[in-house]
């Protein structure tokens, strides 16, 4: 629970210097008022748009650590950070004085970066002892001609944000257990012996919400390899203990890699981050990154 605290203060606080990287961009004066500046710039704000900038850039990482849930890489960030608001407490105080009011903000930010980021750094890593066994298999194969038919279980948790994909249809039938399914904005509640049919390029989104694992078998028209790569991967990582509680892999590389093979493309506000994970699985994949994945969890190179 502390953990997924300091993940919601981290979030909290990536949102708000995007919002203040903005406000400098748009609104220079107000935004350095607000700050606790009074120099005259002559009407030159470049300054100010610098400001902006390394909001934005500090607000953009900490969002991408906190979805990837990198707890220690947050952690080591935030400690490291402290120096902005300490930095920016120091020249206030040395325009306003005494003057609480503009100084306070900075002091709050100092305490997060300490605060938030020791209990992030000494937090040990989540037990993986009493998670249930997640089995995956492929009943065919794409190899041997046709769509990739497989059958997975989905743990208590297990979730997707809204996505698509541009190379293939699924069917989805819910064997054992339940699952909710978004498509297309709707959302819609399986249970065993439903169907669902998501085309291509159609959003869709699913969340076992449930305590029990629930079992899925997925027909991908036109079959894919990368796709079945992807899952015994995750599979693999799984069983390693490289994911957290809801399947995700712990390593952002991974992460990146898994949805690059799962030809996943992502939709409202993390669409901003595809571009990042593109250029995060190029470069792993250039580092031979993914072929230790393939020869490790697939057989192959």
Known sequence: MT???????SFLTGIGLLFIGTRFLLSPLHAAFDYGMLTNTNSDFSFHYVKGIRDLFSGLLLLLLVLAKERRAL????LAATVVPLGDFIIVLGQRGNDWQFTLAHLVAVAICI????ILLIRKKEQQLGVPEMSFRIIQSVEKGGSTITECDLLPGAKTPWHYHTLFSEQFELLVGTLEVGRSGLIYQLNAGDEITILPHETHLFHNRSAEKCRVRTVLTPGNIEFEQASRILLGLTRDGLTNGSGVPKKLSDLALFLYLNNSKMMGFLKIFQPIFSLIAKIAIKRGRLKVLLSKYCGTV
Do not use: N
């Not at 953990?3 to 203060?9: E, R």
């Open 3 to 9: 953990t997924k605290i300091c993940y919601l203060i």
């Open 75 to 78: 952690a080591i960030v935030l």
């Open 115 to 118: 605060i938030t980021g020791s």
